[in-house]
Nanobody, 123 residues
């Protein structure tokens, strides 16, 4: 059974950085296109970033372009989300997701989801 476990969230101040990690178990990460989503209180889950199975293609939501970077390390079965210049509006639970696909995916049609990690940006 495929499982995803996120880590790296926390409480930070505006302008700070964080790196989220997502470790996949049960099957090699190399099979999957990976995505990050987030959900703030009272809001719907929204797309943040995705990286293709090959690692050659990335896509980002407009509100994180230039601040967030998705990457993957298949040897460690891990995908990362580097978040710079964090803003209070980035406060949310961040989820990683996996889908057996060749292409990037910006909708929530992923097959597997983690339980999320909380990111809080506040002064």
């Amino acid at each position: 059974q495929v499982q995803l476990v996120e880590s790296g969230g926390g409480l930070v101040q505006p302008g700070d950085s964080l790196r989220l990690s997502c470790v996949v178990s049960g099957r090699s990460l190399s099979h999957y296109t990976m995505g990050w989503f987030r959900q703030a209180p009272g809001k719907e889950r929204e797309f943040v970033a995705t990286i293709s199975r090959s690692g050659l293609t990335e896509s980002y939501a407009d509100f994180v372009k230039g601040r967030f970077t998705i990457s993957r390390e298949d040897a460690k079965n891990a995908v990362y989300l580097r978040m710079n210049n964090l803003k209070p509006q980035d406060t949310a639970v961040y989820y990683c997701a996996a889908k057996d696909s060749d292409t990037v995916i910006i909708t929530a049609i992923y097959d597997y989801w983690g339980r999320g990690t909380q990111v809080t940006v506040s002064s």
